[in-house]
């Protein structure tokens, strides 16, 4: 298993601010992914963060927008830059294991609003 | 890319009924499917999966079948609880076993249980 912190867990921001949210885990995995999930939705992956390289960007997101670091095998920040009421929402980080077991594991996900 | 479908958003059952939630996918080349619940407020966790292998696997209350050929799954829940009540997405992934893959995971539009005592 992994256990995945995550922080913050929630946050109101101003709008044009941007927030950095950071995700640890408690052992090393390849690849770390970034999903957003908009009140009563799915969850939409934004990004896959592979360390050592720049991050997978689905479509519709964009560096820019959500740039990603990714400094070693066990911790990531995605940050939500210049801030609009539309990117209220809730960020989760997500790891996946492979051993004994195929299983994602995600953190407890960061709340945001945007006034 | 890969697209799953999921039906029915929203679902209410009995104490003791039985659920079904039906998903599809579009890639053919999908292998893995796993099943998630999400109580309010709660992340995400894994319930059950199933791999292409395989046609129907079962933990305990919960079951999923798997049919290929028209590329949907389905998750069974017997003897419903109310503390089954929760959100349930299904998701579909192309697990590969050599490095430098990336198995990203597809949700579906997520299934509102409702189980009532």
């Known amino acids: 298993s992994a256990v995945i912190s995550q922080k913050p867990s929630r946050d109101i921001c101003q709008r044009g601010t941007s927030l950095t949210i950071q995700c640890q885990v408690d052992s090393q995995v390849t690849m770390m992914f970034w999903y957003r999930q908009q009140p009563g939705q799915s969850l939409t992956l934004i990004a896959t963060?592979?360390?050592?390289?720049?991050?997978?960007?689905e479509s519709g997101f964009v560096i820019d927008k959500f740039p990603i670091s990714r400094p070693n095998l066990t911790f990531s920040t995605l940050t939500v830059s210049n801030m609009s009421p539309e990117d209220s929402s809730i960020y989760l980080c997500s790891v996946e294991t492979k051993f004994p077991n195929t299983e994602a594991f995600f953190g407890q996900g960061t709340r945001l609003t945007v006034v | 890319g890969e697209n799953v479908e999921q039906h029915p958003s929203t679902l209410s059952v009995q104490e003791g009924d039985s659920a079904v939630i039906k998903c599809t996918y579009s890639?053919?080349?999908?292998?893995?499917f796993p099943w998630y619940k999400q109580e309010l407020g709660k992340r995400p966790q894994l319930i059950i999966d199933i791999r292409s292998n395989v046609g129907e696997k079962k933990d305990q209350r919960i079951a999923v079948t798997l049919n290929k050929t028209a590329k949907h799954f389905s998750l069974h829940i017997t003897e419903t609880q109310p503390e089954d009540s929760a959100v349930y997405f299904c998701a579909a992934s192309l697990l590969k076993n050599y490095g430098g893959a990336t198995n990203k995971l597809i949700f579906g539009t997520g299934t509102l249980l409702a189980v009532q005592p």
């Open positions: 963060a592979n360390q050592g390289s720049e991050a997978t960007y």
């Open positions: 890639d053919s080349a999908s292998n893995y």
